[in-house]
T-cell receptor, first 117, second 112 residues
Framework: EAGVAQSPRYKIIEKRQSVAFWCNPI?????LYWYQQILGQGPKLLIQ????????DSQLPKDRFSAERLKGVDSTLKIQPAKLEDSAVYLC???????????????FGPGTRLTVL | GENVEQHPSTLSVQEGDSAVIKCTYS??????FPWYKQELGKRPQLIID???NVGEKKDQRIAVTLNKTAKHFSLHITETQPEDSAVYFC???????????WGAGTKLIIKP
């Protein structure tokens, strides 16, 4: 079974520039998550999708971050404009997400390491 | 909201000894408790999880215990090996429509 795919793996940009990350979840997984992980910290959820609907985006800085999952499969996360403090690893994860109160395993992609100069 | 506290932040044990990492959670409605291992520069990987209808689960050298009354759960690693060195995260969730709440992580160091 193929895992969660992410690209690019590394990105270096200057502050105020824009950047986009792409994620392809495991086939058949309805739920997709974007996390931000700053060095030395645990993952912080930015946004959670179930199919193409947003379940939770309470921690997404909406003035600069946006995410979409238009067809309920792939997803993109965009930062515009980037700030120095956005330097982090951006992790995408997916789960079966059958809902109904059950919780299932989240599988993570390799992440995109963003450096903002 | 839900809060998960994890201790210790760093744990150093001799190879072959046991390691125990503890987490406490605040929301009594939480019913799913996974543990993730993250090696340096790699993605978090699930190593074991437990649901609120059981008190203990084992998988070879790894075990997790859950005390719902006290609202804490622990990861136990026996016969530690150098490849166990990593950062371990606990997490808690109320269900798939709710986010996982993560602990701050424990850096486990296995001394040869």
């Amino acid at each position: 079974e193929a895992g969660v795919a992410q690209s690019p793996r590394y990105k270096i940009i200057e502050k105020r520039q824009s950047v986009a990350f792409w994620c392809n979840p495991i086939s058949g997984h309805a739920t997709l998550y974007w996390y931000q992980q700053i060095l030395g910290q645990g993952p912080k959820l930015l946004i959670q999708f179930q199919n193409n609907g947003v379940v939770d985006d309470s921690q997404l800085p909406k003035d600069r971050f946006s995410a979409e999952r238009l067809k309920g499969v792939d997803s993109t996360l965009k930062i515009q404009p980037a700030k120095l403090e956005d330097s982090a690893v951006y992790l995408c994860a997916s789960s079966l997400g059958e809902g109904g109160g059950s919780t299932d395993t989240q599988y993570f992609g390799p992440g995109t390491r963003l450096t903002v100069l | 909201g839900e809060n998960v506290e994890q201790h210790p932040s760093t744990l150093s044990v001799q190879e072959g000894d046991s390691a125990v990492i503890k987490c406490t959670y605040s929301d009594s409605a939480s019913n799913y408790f996974p543990w993730y291992k993250q090696e340096l520069g790699k993605r978090p990987q699930l190593i074991i999880d437990i649901r609120s209808n059981v008190g203990e689960k084992k998988d070879q050298r790894i075990a997790v215990t859950l005390n719902k009354t006290a609202k804490h759960f622990s990861l136990h690693i026996t016969e530690t090996q150098p490849e166990d060195s990593a950062v371990y995260f606990c997490a808690a969730s109320k269900g798939s429509n709710y986010q996982l709440i993560w602990g701050a992580g424990t850096k486990l160091i296995i001394k040869p």
